[in-house]
RNA sequence: GGCGGCGUGGCCGAAUGGUUAGGCAGAGGCCUGCAAAGCCUUGCAAAGCGGUUCGAUUCCGCUCGCCGCCUCCA
């Protein structure tokens, strides 16, 4: 298992999962309400690539990540576009799943709906309020987070501090500014469930900890998010396990930003791009790249230039790709590197260091190349294998094979007879033709390739 | 106000108390009919000021600049 930094004792921990060789992991998912944007990418593409890291270690990951939809801003925009609640969510998921596949993120293996565990909500608010961690007020049910031990430990604050940098609306009835909804009582005009709490629905971070513990059970391995959601949402949710005598996540971790110039990408500072735009813009690989290539807990910003140079780089690694994707399949008796692999999984294991994971990957590229010049196969082969298996592992889709028109095929062949022939004249223009047809060719000891011009 | 973090070469971005990160871009070369791809060589660094040390980008302090969380937020 790798070492991870954890949140709640802000240092870098060995992980053990409470079964050996398994994993489960929970990761806070999307309010559906609106498009998402780059923050929302990079938060998934990170926990893709921890889900991918330990599966290939032979990990058993049992990974869960809901999806939220009741919630105030999912009542407030459709009220907006006059459509019902349910209607958006509905829309803003499909949109969700498909920016997922497009980003090649693979699907969770359980993918929870809120509305799904009203009733399991409600067993935990009646719970809190029995055990007295709860109390009513007239427009809901609310956790005292003063009967919480150790609250304030994801914020790494204590709760006086906490308290005195509350800048949340002053609720008399509330005990505590800090103290959370479980529940909201609203009229029965509006979204909600009936419950012995009165018709409303459920608080925000209640929906987390019925579906973590009722799917993962308690003492779960892992819980992930962005770094916004560390306080005071996952604190919200340890406090109601606590509360209620629970063991909850085992572990907590959580994402950087990706950052506009020096602010933070937000919906509501109006400086988000849309992964649709993103996607639609550039090779969703590219982006895949550049956050495999940060640190997934540092800040990470995200331009058109800076996307440009990791299209780039990703051309590269195409161009090795098709460089062996005979070679490779010609020596199957060849292991990858163990030199290339024991490198990866050792920076791979230290926090998740795909950065360094990624160096070694093509310093591993730049050897075979190097070896397959020289007609050194077999370190070629090795090398290639290992910088291909990686890849994989981070979820980097090489394009190794290209679909060339057979129009564009006779060209090269014609090319290369003028070639053999000495009529260079002729040769070019056939590079030319083929040119025009979008294809640059390139020729090899091997004959030609193709790339997209 | 409280808490946490950051400032690395042209750009992105790591590790590290003394030796090449890696990528992208640049320069020179090899290969090529010419290219492309590839390979080789090569600039360019650590916000500022002190301190610890034989030696600091790396540890400590201060200054400056910046960010995040304490409200919804990935």
Redesign the pocket.
């Known amino acids: 298992m790798p070492r991870l930094f954890d949140t709640q004792s802000?240092e870098i921990v060995d992980i053990v999962p409470s079964t050996e060789g398994k994993f489960s992991m929970y990761v806070?998912g999307?309010?559906v309400y609106d498009e998402p944007?780059?923050?929302?990418g990079?938060?998934t593409l990170v926990y893709d690539i921890l889900r991918r890291y330990l599966k290939y270690r032979g990990v058993e990951v049992r990974f869960v990540s809901n999806i939220t939809d009741v919630?105030d801003?999912i009542i407030t925009r459709a009220a907006e576009l006059g459509i019902s609640a349910g209607e958006l969510a509905k829309r803003y998921e499909e949109v969700w799943w498909d920016l997922m596949e497009r980003l090649g993120v693979e699907k969770p293996d359980e993918t929870p709906h809120a509305t799904d565990w009203i009733a399991q909500m409600l067993e935990l608010v009646t719970e809190m309020v029995s055990t007295g961690v709860a109390y009513e007020t007239t427009d809901g049910v609310y956790l005292e987070v003063a009967k919480v031990d150790g609250y304030g430990l994801l914020?790494?604050?204590n709760l006086a501090?906490?308290r005195?940098?509350?800048?949340?609306e002053v609720d008399e009835q509330k005990k505590s500014?800090?103290d959370?909804a479980l529940w909201k009582r609203t009229p029965e005009t509006e979204w909600g469930w009936e419950s012995k709490f009165g018709f409303g629905r459920p608080g925000?971070h209640t929906e987390c900890v019925a579906m973590a513990l009722g799917i993962l059970g308690e003492g779960f391995d892992l819980h992930g998010?962005?770094?916004?959601?560390?306080?005071?949402?996952h604190e919200n949710e340890r406090a109601q396990a606590v509360a209620m005598g629970k063991n909850f996540a085992r572990h907590w971790m959580h994402?950087?930003?990706?950052?506009v110039g020096?602010?933070?990408?937000?919906?509501?500072l109006g400086n988000f791009t849309t992964l649709k735009d993103l996607l639609d813009s550039t090779d969703p690989r590219a982006y895949r790249l550049?956050v495999a290539?940060?640190?997934y807990r540092?800040?990470?910003?995200v331009t058109a230039?800076?996307l440009?140079?990791?299209a780039?780089?990703l051309e590269?690694i195409d161009?090795?790709a098709r460089?062996f994707a005979d070679v490779v399949l010609e020596r199957p008796e060849v292991a990858p590197s163990k030199e290339v692999i024991d490198g990866f999984n050792e920076a791979m294991d230290e926090d998740l260091?795909s950065?360094?994971g990624?160096?070694h990957v093509?310093?591993a590229?730049?050897r075979a190349?190097?070896a397959?010049?020289r007609a050194l196969n077999e370190e070629a082969v090795s090398n290639a294998k290992a910088a291909l298996l990686l890849l994989g592992t981070l979820g980097i889709v090489v394009q190794d094979r290209l679909e060339v028109p057979q129009e564009v095929i006779a060209l090269a062949e014609q090319r290369k007879v003028a070639?053999s022939e000495k009529d260079?004249a002729a040769?070019?223009k056939y590079?030319d033709e083929i040119l025009q047809l979008g294809y640059?060719?390139?020729?090899?000891d091997l004959g030609f390739r193709f790339?997209k011009a």
């Open positions: 802000s806070c999307p309010t944007h780059l923050g929302h990079r938060f919630d801003k914020a790494r604050q501090d906490l005195s940098g509350a800048r949340v500014p800090l959370f925000w998010g962005g770094m916004d959601l560390a306080f005071p949402h994402n950087g930003f990706v950052m020096d602010e933070k990408m937000a919906k509501s550049l290539r940060s640190h540092a800040p990470l910003e230039e800076i440009q140079d990791a780039r780089s590269r161009a090795f460089r260091n950065p360094v990624l160096a093509f310093e590229i730049t190349n190097f397959l010049d070639r260079f040769a070019d590079r640059v060719v390139e020729d090899s790339r």
